[in-house]
């Protein structure tokens, strides 16, 4: 199975929102509370036990690996797959 996020990309992630200032961050995380609301919900709850500590951890993954799923960024990390029409040359047109 290829790969949907390499490596160098979450090392980038990690080190681009390390460096970044607390406003940006919170900028961020307000963000991707709005268009990830479900998941950033579950981790609230999941979490929520947890030590400050911890908590402010697994809120920094969350950021990240949110992050790395941007369009703007997988583009730059994207590997060429193949296309449709060559693993299903028999459906290259359609007829209605």
């Not at 199975?1 to 460096?19: D, K």
């Not at 607390?22 to 999941?46: N, P, V």
């Not at 929520?48 to 992050?67: F, K, M, T």
């Not at 060429?80 to 290259?92: I, Q, W, Y």
Request: net charge positive.
């Amino acid at each position: 199975m290829a790969q949907l996020v390499s490596s160098a990309l979450i090392e980038e992630m990690w080190r681009t929102i390390g460096a970044s200032s607390s406003a940006t961050i919170r900028k961020l995380q307000k963000q991707c509370g709005k268009e990830q609301e479900e998941l950033t919900g579950f981790l609230l709850g999941f979490t929520s036990d947890l030590r400050p500590e911890a908590l402010g951890l697994a809120l920094y993954i969350h950021l990240v690996v949110v992050q790395a799923f941007r369009p703007p960024v997988l583009s730059k990390y994207a590997q060429p797959g193949p296309r449709l029409s060559n693993l299903f040359p028999a459906v290259t047109t359609v007829h209605l």
